[in-house]
């Protein structure tokens, strides 16, 4: 159907679509580095602005009353797939849609919609996947947000969970998915690389338990937390998953300077949660979207830097007497976790460059660490240029009832630290001297 016949059909004029977007060349697929310098975004249609403008509006104009009916068609629901064209800053606008379009080429995902914050993310697709009665399959350890979710605000309104280890085999999984399909589980949601103790999910069992023990319309999807690893590192849609959770705040950022959320994944289930969102409001403000269309232009050099930063450092610290254990992804295949390391093989493409850390000692050891230090900064998130350590059993999993941090393995003793793009070496000098400073 060409544009004008459309617009006869509908009593709509099509909207204004930018050029068509250059994938390949002499057939050759271009990476997503190379896609982040433009794809989705037509200079022509802004003035011949190199870079989208900053969209600063709450509202946009209809070319006329037919395309605003057929736009509200879209957010309400009644047609799917979202506004055909631009409506109100709480449904859309043009850096989100840009942004969406570059984070979907990340993934290969069909579709992708941005967040307010990783937690506005986490909580619309609950909400938007959920019903009193329902039950969530989870993994375990999550984010503490992400948990205090799920158990004590989703569990008010009568939804019900079950969890299973990181490291869970297929057979615990199975054991698991058995006990709760007696009910309705509406979501199987995953953090791989767990936080703070960086375990990691076997994906594809997950999947295949799921697909043995569920069919049809009773088959719930598997939604997983890939902020540590991806999208770098971790492609969890090529192992099975519906749909790819994301604090955009840390590696997407990547300069500890904004706050945002994405969720990518199939069209069917993007709908599903824009619905709600387009409801509730949780969409990423123009700016911060702004914001993370210049930090993806770098995501590639930053993440590979602070991975190489990383390994030199976890090689340092594994050698140092004061640390009883390094939880570094790259040394799964020395150690005796021989299912971890399988995980990692079949799953990751890089360690990633956050980390736990086991001091020998206990909380006393570990804030004489902390407050020595000098070029890492004491502060929780990760994923930033700068280097972070945090405490998670006294920050951010603090709210954790003990005796589940200490059956997750968030011990006293736990440092979770996030190696950014300085000189790895002047990074191990750092480490060192706060090393010295735990009394022996």
């Not at 840390?250 to 387009?278: C, F, P, Q």
Request: hydrophobic share 40%; glycine share 10%.
């Amino acid at each position: 159907m060409t544009k004008e016949t459309e617009a006869d059909l509908t009593g709509v004029a099509p909207r204004v679509s930018p050029k068509a977007a250059v994938e390949e060349i002499g057939g050759r697929k271009l990476k997503p580095a190379t896609l982040m310098m433009g794809h989705g975004y037509d200079p022509a249609l802004s003035e011949g602005a190199l870079k989208p403008p900053i969209f600063l509006t709450s509202t946009f104009v209809f070319p006329n009353a037919a395309a605003g009916k057929r736009h509200f068609e879209g957010v309400t629901g009644k047609r799917p797939g979202g506004a055909e064209g631009l409506v109100y800053s709480r449904f859309n606008g043009p850096n989100q849609e840009i942004l969406e379009d570059r984070l979907s080429v990340w993934e290969d995902a069909e579709d992708a919609l941005t967040f307010s914050s990783g937690m506005s993310a986490i909580a619309t697709l609950f909400l938007s996947m959920t019903k009193p009665g329902d039950t969530i399959v989870h993994s375990g350890p999550l984010y503490a947000a992400t948990e205090t979710l799920i158990a004590r605000i989703l569990g008010k309104f009568g939804v019900k969970w079950l969890d299973f280890p990181a490291g869970a085999t297929r057979e615990e999984i199975d054991a698991v998915l058995t006990e709760a399909a007696t009910g309705n589980v509406a979501l199987i949601y995953l953090e791989s690389p767990a936080n703070p103790t960086n375990a990691l999910v076997d994906v594809e069992a997950v999947a295949a338990s799921r697909d043995a023990i569920f069919t049809g319309e009773n088959k719930p999807p598997i939604a997983i937390d890939n902020t540590f690893l991806g999208p770098l590192w971790a492609k969890p849609l090529q192992q099975g998953a519906d749909i790819v959770v994301y604090s955009l705040t840390k590696y997407a950022g990547g300069h500890s300077d904004l706050v945002a959320g994405g969720v990518l994944g199939s069209k069917e289930h993007i709908n599903t949660i824009r619905l709600m969102r387009n409801t509730i409001g949780t969409i990423c403000d123009p700016n911060t979207a702004w914001m993370l269309l210049r930090s993806l232009e770098t995501l590639e050099l930053r993440m590979s830097r602070a991975g190489e930063n990383a390994a030199k450092v976890c090689e340092f610290l594994a050698a140092h007497p004061k640390v009883e254990k390094v939880g570094y992804l790259g040394f799964l295949e020395r150690g005796e976790n021989k299912r971890q390391a399988d995980i990692y093989r079949r799953h990751c493409s890089g360690a990633g460059s956050t980390f736990s850390l086991y001091l020998k000692g206990g909380e006393p050891e570990a804030f004489a660490f902390l407050d020595a230090l000098k070029i890492a900064k004491l502060a929780v998130s990760l994923g930033g240029t700068e280097t972070l350590a945090s405490h998670p059993a006294g920050m951010t999993h603090l709210s954790v009832a003990d005796d589940r941090k200490a059956a997750l393995g968030i011990t006293d003793n736990l440092v979770r630290i996030s190696i950014g793009v300085e000189d790895a070496d002047d990074l191990i000098a750092d480490f060192d001297q706060a090393l010295a400073a735990i009394k022996a």
